[in-house]
């Protein structure tokens, strides 16, 4: 499970929450413009835009979990399983494996207006990576910070949503967390006026009334709620590192910690939290045993090569001892 967001104040933000129960090797990787992505059933381009984000790198592929280009659009993928749809190969269409479909997508488009164009003639393929990584059954997040659209592989093909409440989940499908969302309305962050009765002197006892009835369990419906009221009643701030914490603290609300949600003999835990700025091209992140955050930038410099570079992520607790050792 997993939950991304677009934040909006001077600069314009992507952030996610990876949830599993296991950890793949992530790293932060930057693809530059000559890198030769290699389409398994479309053309593949001599060039593309570079492309930073948090994946898997096997056999010298990136199999990016959410990444943005140099352009200032991301992409995110959500689990999405029962409810994804593989399709076979169509003429006139473009017909991409899984993996393919974010570097696809962040190679070729500037705007959401041009990945929306893109997912509705694009048929997704259940061709497997290698015989031991299957396809993954997600729906995607895609911004620039300004507008964000909901992208989900049905029977028919990808079913494209504007998402002006800037926040995916996972299951059940968007158009069910779009009106569920409506049964919050009563929710404020102001303090709560007593509507229940004018015949009963009822007494606000605690700071936070205004939000009683929030869901706090890690559902994914109850995710999307929490994430969204977080997001549009976080204070705005005008300093770039605090927006980039605020943003950093509106993914926290939705935090999972390791016991709280089990799978199986294991339990979901946040393994990362990414933010990107999509002003700059700097992506941030901090991992479920680091709270430190740590950046990689897409620097001119790397924008134009021929090879991934690659960035570990830093899983070791990183504490800053002000006196001691």
Not at 114 to 122: F, G, P, Q
Not at 164 to 189: A, D, F, K, M, R
Not at 202 to 217: E, T
Not at 240 to 258: A, G, I, M, R, W
Request: net charge negative; with cysteine.
């Amino acid at each position: 499970m997993c939950t991304a967001i677009s934040f909006k104040e001077k600069s314009n933000f992507f952030g996610r929450n990876l949830d599993l129960e296991c950890s793949y090797g992530e790293e932060v990787i930057i693809t530059p413009r000559n890198y030769g992505f290699e389409y398994r059933h479309s053309e593949s381009p001599m060039e593309h835009m570079a492309i930073i984000g948090i994946g898997a790198v096997l056999d010298g592929y990136p199999l990016y979990y959410d990444a943005a280009n140099e352009a200032g659009l991301a992409m995110a993928g959500l689990n999405f399983v029962g409810n994804a749809k593989f399709h076979t190969e169509e003429q006139d269409f473009y017909n991409l494996s899984q993996f393919e479909l974010i570097p696809f997508i962040l190679g070729s488009c500037k705007t959401v207006a041009d990945a929306k164009r893109i997912l509705l003639k694009t048929r997704l393929l259940r061709t497997p990576f290698n015989e031991s990584t299957p396809p993954s059954e997600l729906h995607f997040f895609i911004t620039d910070g300004k507008d964000s659209l909901t992208a989900e592989p049905m029977a028919d093909g990808f079913k494209v949503y504007e998402n002006e409440i800037g926040v995916l989940t996972n299951n059940p499908p968007y158009p069910y967390h779009e009106q569920n969302i409506n049964n919050y309305i009563n929710l404020t962050s102001a303090v709560p006026e007593n509507r229940f009765s004018d015949e009963l002197r009822l007494v606000r006892y605690s700071r936070g009334m205004g939000s009683i009835g929030l869901p706090a369990d890690p559902s994914s419906a109850s995710r999307f709620v929490r994430a969204a009221f977080t997001k549009f009643n976080a204070v705005k701030k005008s300093d770039k590192y605090e927006e980039l914490s605020e943003v950093f603290h509106v993914l926290e609300s939705v935090y999972q910690v390791e016991g709280v949600a089990k799978w199986g003999d294991s339990y979901e835990k946040t393994q990362y939290t990414s933010v990107a700025n999509l002003s700059t091209g700097e992506y941030f992140y901090k991992t479920y045993s680091n709270s430190r955050i740590t950046a990689v930038k897409l620097t001119e410099e790397n924008k134009a090569g021929e090879t991934l570079i690659r960035f570990p992520l830093r899983q070791r607790e990183d504490i800053l001892f002000e006196n001691g050792n």
